[in-house]
């Protein structure tokens, strides 16, 4: 069965304190693993996919990457703003993302 | 532009109530799919379109019914309500579908229901 876990389900850092997020999936065939940020009481804000083992994106203080048991979500030197709930996707075909249960970031100045 | 947008934002039921959520994309997308999201399991796929007049069920689709007449329109509807319905659900749209590039899903602000 296809699965997505993250970890931790909440963090806490200090403006600046880089850390990372992490993906974990179990799927017969990936498709593709998308990575979200979801802010209080809005929807889902796609900010990645990656396709292959070994692929990597950036975007201003965000990096994901791949391998083949799991993503990352790597936060450089965040601010307050990158405050939000971070969600992680799978897609095993059949027309069906499986979200994983998100990550709550909290950056405090 | 307004990208996907749903209607209501909120809403109060009683047990055995019907009520019909809309959604409406401006983006000329193929695919919609109608999720809800409860405390600690993520959002979980209920029913989904792969075009105009098409539906499918996805991972909850018991006690909610979809349709879509219309290619820019998914309508979601429950029919007897029931408080384990109570949930923030969300719309999203894409052109092609998750596992083909351009597949990011653009989502809604949310309904927010409650089911006494």
């Known amino acids: 069965e296809d699965q997505v876990t993250q970890s931790p389900e909440a963090l806490r850092l200090q403006e600046g304190e880089s850390s990372s997020l992490n993906c974990s999936y179990t799927?017969?065939?990936?498709?593709?693993l998308f990575w979200y940020r979801q802010d209080p009481g809005k929807g889902p804000e796609f900010l990645f996919t990656l396709y292959s083992a070994g692929e990597e994106k950036e975007k201003e203080r965000l990096k994901a990457t791949l391998t083949k048991k799991e993503s990352f979500l790597h936060i450089t030197a965040p601010k307050p703003e990158d405050s939000a709930t971070y969600l992680c996707a799978l897609s095993g075909g059949y027309n069906k993302l499986i979200f994983g249960a998100g990550t709550r970031l909290a950056v405090h100045p | 532009n307004a990208g996907v947008t749903q209607t209501p934002k909120f809403r109060v039921l009683k047990t055995g109530q019907s009520m019909t959520l809309l959604c409406a994309q401006d983006?000329?997308?193929?695919?919609m799919y109608w999720y809800r999201q409860d405390p600690g399991m993520g959002l979980r796929l209920i029913h989904y379109s792969v075009g105009e007049g098409t539906t499918a069920k996805g991972e909850v689709p018991d006690g909610y019914n979809v349709s879509r007449l219309k290619k820019q329109n998914f309508l979601l509807g429950l029919e007897s309500a029931a408080p384990s319905q109570t949930s923030v659900y969300f719309c999203?749209?894409?052109?092609?579908?998750?596992?083909?590039?351009?597949?990011?899903?653009?989502f809604g602000p949310g309904t927010r229901l409650t089911v006494l």
């Open positions: 999203a749209s894409s052109y092609h579908p998750p596992d083909r590039g351009g597949n990011e899903q653009f």
């Open positions: 983006m000329n997308h193929e695919y």
């Open positions: 799927v017969s065939g990936l498709r593709g």
